[in-house]
């Protein structure tokens, strides 16, 4: 609308009487027509009011009619058996907690939950907690021990138990509130799945000596579906040992795989070792009580053994002499070996692994070039590079056949001065794929050509250059594009240069790369909090939290 007063408008001008009233007149209409549509909104707002309050009744009728029709309220119901086994965990047993299945199956709807209890397969598998429990809290969970594997019926069963040593029995854990000690220790929830022992497939029990001692009596007729056993001693009290040729059960025919920490591990074990496809015996290699010999000697007994794991005590091995012959492991694919802190090659000279095709080392190893060269079918590697000298890890890389497609190498934290670092330039450069790499690099370098996946952890003398280069070569070999799929680089120093715009072109075709810096230090001296347990932290906020140390 056209107005007389348009060059006065938005401005601090003071109109004269007489252009008061000739304002006041001039708008008196448009003011009229304003109350005329407020009246129409609010006529319009008591309809649209009206039209919700007559979709809000009506609603709930037909969401329930909705709901009788949906399609999961058809499908067959040994299909949505099938959906419910799918929701289990598969990479450990299922816990007693309603906020997985199964259940959680059961809390959905009155149907959902008939047909879960009536399913066994889902209660097949079971994660048992025994720790610093009330009195109260232990009747309830093993009341419901109980009633978990009941439902289970006939099927094959998969049993974890963490249990507590006896240190961290507290009073309160043993102790009614009337101050009576309970009738049942430790072992009581032990004692409660041995009644299935017939059933166990799967079993794997952490627990303090004595208690697994409480299964001493078990033959192997009383476990004839027995595949895989683990058993993780914890302390006891002093004098208390793990009477393993007493174990009957562990003569079960079906047993292929067993674990058990180092410090429990006994040659006599009565398990039939030729039958063996999985072996672990890990824990600190420290206080391991394994030489060479006795590893190799442990492995000629297994020559169907697929995977293994040992910690290795490289003192005793160090202050023996290896005569052993060469062990030969066709069918071993997957292999780790855990040294401490001290450097042994000897052991796996005398192994003999065609068919190797996963490798973790953890420890410094005096040369790896030997043993790399002859897995030519090896396709993950993982391994520190903290060995005496530099060339030591240069050459290992050298030996890598074709066919690796999985690299991890951790550097850990020396102190200054000492000897350079093994992961340094030079080795990305080794395995960039360009052609212009330091002349005093081995000959013999490998370019990996399969590699689809880098992580380097503990990066101290990696320059942020450094890994632009090497991803710029490994993206840039070969014709048909390159095979590496992902980065992964954890600095122990703050970062240099931002390279991660550099290669946001990589990114965008699809390379998976994660770059964790530390965060830069700021001072804290002389800070009011310094000496409390909350004082901040040197390095800043996100790394005062216990998780990162």
């Known amino acids: 609308m056209d107005s007389p007063f348009a060059s006065r408008l938005g401005t601090n001008y003071c109109p004269t009487d ?50 009788l029709i949906s399609p999961m309220r058809r499908i067959p119901q040994d299909v949505l058996s099938e959906i419910f086994i799918a929701c289990l965990p598969t990479h450990r047993n299922c816990v007693m907690s309603a906020s997985e299945a199964p259940l959680l199956l059961g809390r959905v709807c009155s149907s959902w939950r008939t047909l879960s209890l009536t399913t066994p397969r889902l209660w097949a598998s079971l994660h048992v907690v025994e720790r610093s429990l009330s009195y109260q809290v232990r009747t309830i969970r093993l009341e419901a021990i109980k009633m978990w594997l009941g439902r289970s019926g006939q099927r094959p069963l998969s049993i974890s138990l963490h249990s507590g040593d006896y240190m961290s029995l507290s009073p309160s854990s043993t102790e009614q509130n009337t101050g009576t000690l309970l009738p049942d220790g430790p072992e009581s929830f032990l004692n409660e ?20 001692q409480g299964i001493v009596h078990l033959t192997a007729d009383d476990t004839p579906l027995l595949e895989s056993v683990s058993f993780t001693a914890l302390r006891d009290h002093p004098g208390s040992d793990l009477q393993w040729p007493e174990f009957g059960m562990l003569q ?75 062990v030969e492991l066709p069918l071993l694919h997957t292999l780790q070996l855990d040294f401490g802190n001290l450097s042994s090659s000897c052991l796996l000279e005398r192994l003999s692994l065609p068919d190797l095709r996963k490798f973790v080392i953890r420890g410094h190893v005096d040369s790896l070039a030997s043993f790399l ?16 000298d530099k060339s030591s890890l240069l050459e290992g890389l050298g030996a890598l056949s074709d066919t690796i497609h999985h690299l991890t190498i951790r550097d850990r934290i ?71 799929k992902r980065v992964r680089a954890q600095f122990t120093r703050g970062m240099k240069v931002d390279v991660k715009p550099l290669l946001k072109r990589f990114v965008d075709a699809g390379l998976d790369l994660n770059l964790i810096y530390l965060p830069p230090p700021f001072s804290t001296y002389g800070s009011p909090w310094e000496g409390l347990e909350d004082a901040p932290s040197p390095w800043g906020p996100a790394w005062t939290h216990p998780i990162y140390w």
């Open 193 to 212: 799945l041995v009644p299935f022992a017939d059933r166990w497939q799967h079993v794997r029990f952490l627990a303090a000596r004595s208690v697994i």
């Open 373 to 388: 060269a002859s897995c030519t079918r090896l396709e993950s590697l993982d391994l520190d590079a903290g060995s005496p």
């Open 414 to 484: 020396r102190p200054r001065p000492g000897p350079p670092a093994g992961l340094d330039d030079d080795a990305l450069a080794m395995l960039s794929g360009l052609t212009d790499v330091p002349e005093e690099l081995p000959q013999s370098r490998c370019r990996c050509p399969s590699l689809q996946s880098l992580t380097v952890i503990g990066c101290t003398d990696i320059s942020d250059l450094a890994l632009q280069h090497f991803i710029e070569g490994r993206m840039a070999t070969g014709s048909a594009g390159s095979s590496l």
């Open 18 to 67: 007489d252009e008061v009233l000739e304002i006041r007149e001039f708008i008196a209409e448009p003011t009229r027509q304003i109350l005329a549509l407020d009246n129409e909104i609010a006529q319009l707002r008591g309809t649209i009011e009206n039209l919700e309050k007559k979709r809000k009744s009506l609603n709930p009728y037909v969401e329930a009619h909705h709901a």
């Open 252 to 326: 079960s025919p079906g047993i292929s795989s067993f674990s058990t920490n180092a410090t429990e591990f006994r040659s006599s074990t009565p398990l039939r070792w030729h039958l063996l496809t999985e072996l672990s015996i890990g824990g600190s290699a420290w206080e391991s009580p394994l030489d060479a010999e006795v590893i190799l000697t442990t492995l000629a007994r297994c020559p169907l053994l697929q995977v293994c794991k040992f910690a290795v005590n490289a003192l005793l091995i160090l202050s023996s002499t290896l005569l052993h012959p060469t």
